[in-house]
């Protein structure tokens, strides 16, 4: 069986030990998942500086890879590939395995019998209900539900009944943050705020075109028809060419901390409906927000409109969504509204809460003590 494998240096300080080992989703289009666990890694290492952390990935995955962990890869997405990850499992003898929206019962057993803690990471309704069921949670000790406020999680009816006899946890959390990363944005940005176009990942479709190139459309729009400052992040899987205007900014894509440092700087947010438009919602940002992906977002957007706490743009067009965009601009009430909204919420920041519990399982794991 061939396995194919890249390595990125740790840090020199890293102590040897069982590491902790991050299988999230991952694809040629979408990177929510794989920047929702690199937060989590951050976050374990302020916890515990000298742990080693690894990924398995897609090796297709365009993705901004940090030096500090080591990556390993599979032909295509992990959830495929399960001889490949058990491969990698059996080799890297884990003191946990957190997997993000996959979910294979055959990884989550190798994940278990390597005698590492296993966490699952959810934020789609439909991974959720596939998840929760007994034959994957006898290998699971932690499920973590991340992506939508606090208030509005809970177990359902059918999963308080298939998880009865289940001894591990729930943990229900708001979107995952990654610190902040200041030194990453373009200094000729404006100091009292600009428009953050992002569409996420970038390598979805709107309106049939794809999506990194139609927000680029909209951030000329904004800078140049409409004289707004603009920074625009295509994002890491993009390849459309950078729009350039005297009003506008572009950078092709950014750390996880300084995409969110982008956001905490910019006035108002026109952004895809992934895991891009939780991190708006959870640093209390007005934004307009577009499908830009994954098939659950048409209706996430929806939903959270409904609660008013984003701006859904009746016009779907570029025109549209930058007539919108420039109107809740000029109206300083509508934007409080839904900063003030957001931060009701409760979307929270839940990495070093996830992270803590990683740490705290692997300590009063029987093999580790």
Request: hydrophobic fraction near 40%.
């Amino acid at each position: 069986m061939t396995r194919s494998k890249q390595s990125l240096p740790a840090e020199p300080d890293t102590a040897p030990g069982r590491p902790v080992v991050f299988i999230p989703v991952s694809g040629p289009s979408g990177a929510g998942e794989y920047y929702r666990c690199a937060a989590v890694a951050e976050a374990l290492l302020a916890l515990s500086p000298g742990q080693p952390i690894h990924f398995i990935l897609n090796a297709e995955a365009s993705v901004h890879r940090d030096e500090r962990f080591i990556y390993h890869t599979t032909p295509g997405t992990p959830t495929h590939h399960s001889d490949q990850v058990i491969d990698h499992l059996r080799d890297l003898e884990p003191a946990a395995v957190v997997f993000d929206s996959s979910m294979r019962t055959r990884q989550l057993a190798a994940a278990r019998s390597t005698g590492a803690v296993v966490v699952a990471v959810v934020s789609r309704t439909s991974k959720r209900r596939r998840l929760l069921q007994p034959l994957k949670l006898r290998h699971v000790d932690s499920v973590w539900v991340v992506g939508a406020p606090r208030a509005h999680q809970r177990t359902r009816g059918i999963e308080r009944l298939l998880t009865l006899g289940w001894k591990g946890r729930i943990s229900f959390g708001g979107t995952v943050l990654p610190p902040p990363q200041e030194a990453e944005l373009p200094t000729t940005l404006e100091d009292n705020g600009y428009v953050l176009v992002a569409p996420g990942g970038g390598g979805g479709v709107v309106n049939g075109q794809r999506a990194d190139q139609f927000f680029s459309e909209v951030a000329l729009t904004l800078a140049r028809d409409n004289e707004l400052p603009v920074l625009f992040v295509p994002g890491p899987l993009s390849q459309a060419e950078l729009p350039a205007n005297g009003k506008l900014t572009s950078i092709r894509s950014l750390s996880p901390g300084g995409l969110r440092a982008a956001i905490s700087r910019a006035r108002l947010c026109v952004v895809g409906g992934g895991s891009i438009l939780g991190q708006g919602l959870a640093l209390g940002k007005p934004c307009i927000s577009v499908p830009a992906g994954g098939r659950d977002q048409p209706r996430r957007i929806a939903e959270l409109a409904r609660q008013d706490l984003l701006q859904e743009p009746v016009d779907h067009s570029v025109a549209g969504i930058a007539a919108t965009a420039t109107r809740l601009w000029n109206d300083a009430q509508a934007r409080a509204r839904l900063s003030r909204r957001a931060r009701v919420a409760k979307y929270g920041d839940s990495a070093a809460s996830i992270a803590a519990d990683i740490l705290e399982r692997v300590a009063k794991h029987p093999g580790n003590r």
